[in-house]
């Protein structure tokens, strides 16, 4: 009953087969190998256009590459203020940019409005040298409160963000879970609506180590090589990570994993609202569900040996923050995740749930 | 016949099985996993020491972490001119240190000598504000050149260092080759000869992925963790890197391994010394053969599918530099190096110096 | 009629001698003069306890050293959201630190709360990697808002970022006319109230150009020497600077500076208190006067020759923004602003307020 | 009897006046006043060619972010191993630049040769990922040995480096004297040979604290500014920056001042000729005087109240080195050193002389 984290699980059997596949013979150090070219080259088929391609093994990594390579040292580069490269990569993007500001904007869910954008962007106009400057928009798809941007909406970001100078970056650590809920292409759902810079993740989704920064345009790329390597992040045996990404794009296998991924999280969040008070602050989309739980509930829950992680007040209106006698948890389900850890769950959720509720007389 | 790398080959079987083994279940991310905690202790106890370790995917992230956490940005990290965190990490140490400065020293095959450190520390005095600040000695073990250092060379070195207030690196990306070829314990090469911080390599010598920064004094570890995590080397599913490094420790497997790669070298030298032609600038101690061929045999070779780089004239004196119808080149052998694939390019080897020697009246 | 910026006017006389005065001879560079000697030793007494000092000729030069200081670069630097170091210096901070974030706290009039820094702090527990490392709290004296903290208030937040482990910062740009402003000695108003590191401006008060980066602690200055040189900001003719502070210093003179700033700043503040259609949304503290004012007003100074900036809404509630027909804007007297500049000045506005209360039946 | 920097005279008094004239008045903050623009135009009509220009108040500032301007953080900046940017600057390029490398050639009397930057070139090949990139060259005018480059000589340097996508910076903190020296027009030294940014000196040679980034080719100016801004090198008081330069050039003014101190170290160069047991390794070019006296004479000259540096064996081939009675020495006259002074040392040294080689029995 691990709902801790989509980290938490191990590698999908394929993507492991393919990493044992990939062992015997010699091949080229440091990327310059088949396994990566083909890496490269599904990218390309998978997003219908061609890509310049960067595996690494961290989304941290592929992050704050993808950033740096978009924002001067004095850039600004404006995100949610919950945002996943602002408050959990102690300062990866800082450090990779050489300095540049993180802007966090409030916004429902985790998501990022035009307005609030759109008077941001106001407050920094280009050119005023006192000022850091207008250098990138980073979209986390999905957020960090488990909400997905349409095409539509990422295209009305991405179009403010374009006609003030600014590339668009979109954390995709958990994109396969995004663009299954969305049922959209993964085209649609990136550069087709504006997105220059993608980190395209895999290892929340059933990758060992592995992530992709796909530049759409490739000319933008030329910096990367020597970006990556000098972070340490261009792996000798390359061919590990080529292996992992083909073995993640092959057949679809990517869409599956994350279908199984929101399948397992639908069950979980239906089983959860069925259940007297509980009660949900936001609708699930992706394979995340943040829930508000009685505080005995909790406690039934992790003496049953449940893992997973209080959430405190993040992405809630002061309304809907837990009373005194409840917390406010994520639960994430990943591709690893069987019906049977979900049922055995709410097992336990239910019964703390009749035992709280049955009158005390 | 792929002589061009300890990285072209794969994984041993051993470390990929351990992967393979490590994938069930459900384990905390971010390197807090049982695999992690028993790499860590076996360390501990192959140095002989508590250690305090941090694993990473690569040997320049873990070069450049090391180093960023002995020398401050302003610090002059003294190393060999040749060395490796010089001249092939695209400026990886200056990146996470912040700008400190590579001074880079002569010497015979790669190594310091006692008196040019000793003559290059006269340069830098220690508070003397214009010029950058003696910081740390950093030795490749073995060098660039395939040379080790025993480990009474190193510690007339470290001696000198640590009595100028500098801290003493080891580049150990072949450390395991090396400490095969010393005949001593990892502590004897490391710690025990004043070595502070350890780049422990197991990539190059049979794992897919995983290097430990090894710090003998815990108590100068404090900053790593957060180096590591800013720098997106903190892997989430650790438990794969702990997984490599256990495996590669277990039952002596990463000496077996070495051995095997210095043995297949050994095979190489021996029978290329033997081809009259073929000469050595200086004894092979390692895995790898530095040989000065004529320009015949390297094309026989070459055309035979041998693959290996050529050397220019590195680590050479002009007296030994190859004459016009030669070429200097490196081989690296490897534990993935079979006796087969050895003897077959021996054979090359010979048939071409065979066609050469032949009078041609 | 210049009330753009305390730095739009000129040196004081006194300053400016002592700069000619010391001109002659020959002197050691970089800061090895005795006028430095000097200024350090004055600036001890004025602070009644040794300091470790360090000139420089700006105040960002001043503020990105001092915080470079107490920070690593992964860590956090807690200040107002409408900070200078945050808002006005294009991330200098940043690029000292090697990449630190800073956090901007709302706050009333530029100044943070006890309040706001306690739920701020429990928002960065140290230790947990993923995030930045609280490092060090920012205070401006005077705000951005022209806001001063009282010796009591400073203590209060100091207490609150030394339980939390982190160094206290103090932005003295405008530090004369806060004291000024206080009534108390410089003592009281920093390392009596738990300042650890002050910018001590002069500049804005009537130097030249010079700033002293203040460590009250000298056993923590160790790296300031190496950071400024570094930085480019030793200057060679050292004794430029030593003479600036010295003067700045001698009799008191930097108190009588500020004296005339505040006072000239109060017959402003009191004159456009009188006329009616202004406001003044907080009362005024030093020497920069915040007040709403008719646009037909604005019009009517801005076309007699008057400067001044436009301050847009930023300190106000929502309550105190400007309606359809008026503009908020900054008023900065300096040392040498004369009455006959502030009285011009009135009676322009005084006139345009006539103007537009005349009926235009 | 002071030779130990161009920096330890005062200002010129041409140049203190004007700042004395400049200080009246209100006039617009950060390098917006009329001074600035008028110090601009002259650049340009000195340099005979439309330039961006940025003042600052160092040496030091002025060559990092000029560098910093034309190399990425993984770039390579070729430079003498003597430079002052390399030994000199505590590491001030690799922090401006984000951590680039600075490459040391060797050369004569601090001069780069066609030879050995073609050599060094072709083992920085461009796209080699695992190296630094080639990036910038930066010749020193005049060099640490007081040797200047003609015109012809920085062209062939400069085209060599413009082959191999190189930018050409000149550290010209002693252009002044070189340009005196070389009898050429500024031009000719500088844009005209290839060169792109100039760090054109105004310090040494009379000011009190101004130098100016030149940058040739104003396209590559736009980062500039904020680079200047962040590094705390923007000052407030830009006028005074703007009123040193504006009086440095008016009326040739800066030649002036260098031919005096070129003729000061002409007439000490001579004088110490003439005296028995000095000897100069190389000719006197410009205001710095290399040579080897014997120890008796530097005690004399030091008892004397002579103020200079100890040079070691800087910049001499064995040959030349200093014996074990001598004593290698810079001496250094500024547009500040009279004849007087000249004299008086020269007496001092020839009472020396005599002492030392009147017979003892």
Chains 1, 2, 3, 4 share one sequence.
Not at 150 to 179: I, K, Q, W, Y
Request: charged share 20%; hydrophobic share 45%.
């Amino acid at each position: 009953m691990d709902f801790a984290s989509d980290n938490a699980g191990g590698a999908s059997p394929r993507i492991l087969d393919a990493i044992v596949a990939a062992n015997g013979g010699f091949t080229p150090a440091y990327g310059e190998d088949d396994y990566t070219r083909a890496a490269t080259k599904m990218l390309s088929e998978t997003f219908e256009r061609p890509c310049a391609v960067f595996l690494v093994a961290t989304g941290t990594a592929a992050n704050a590459l993808a950033l740096a390579a978009v924002t001067p040292p004095w850039g600004a580069v404006f995100c949610h203020e919950d945002a996943h490269i602002s408050d959990d990569e102690c300062g990866a993007p800082e450090f990779f940019s050489g300095g540049a500001k993180l802007v966090g904007l409030h916004g429902p869910h985790g998501k990022i409005t035009p307005e609030i954008l759109a008077a941001t962007l106001a407050k920094y106009p280009r050119g005023l040298v006192k000022q850091v400057q207008p250098a990138a928009l980073s979209l986390a798809q999905a957020t960090e409160c488990g909400a997905v941007y349409s095409p539509a909406e990422t295209a009305r970001l991405a179009d403010l963000a374009h006609e003030a100078g600014l590339a668009v970056h979109m954390d995709g650590a958990r994109f396969a879970n995004a663009v299954e809920a969305l049922g959209c292409t993964p085209a649609q759902a990136s550069w087709q609506a504006g997105v220059d810079v993608l980190s395209f993740g895999a290892t929340k989704n059933g990758a060992l180590a592995c992530e992709a920064v796909i530049v759409f345009d490739p000319d933008r790329a030329a910096d990367l090589a020597f970006r990556r390597k000098r972070a340490g992040h261009t792996l000798s045996k390359g061919r590990f990570l080529g292996a992992q990404m083909k073995a993640y794009l092959e057949g679809g296998h990517w869409r599956e994993l994350a279908r199984a991924a929101n399948a397992a999280a639908t069950r979980l969040a239906d089983g959860l609202a069925a259940i007297p008070g509980v009660r949900m602050p936001w609708p699930r989309q992706i394979n995340e569900v943040f829930v508000v739980i009685p505080a005995a509930m909790d406690r039934a829950l992790r003496q049953a040996g449940a893992r997973y992680h209080d959430w405190g007040v993040r992405g809630l209106t002061p309304m809907q923050e837990p009373g005194a006698d409840e917390v406010f948890v994520r639960l994430v389900a990943s591709c690893s995740t069987t019906a049977e850890q979900v049922d055995g769950f709410l097992r336990v959720a239910r019964a703390a749930a009749g035992r709280q509720g049955r009158p005390t007389y």
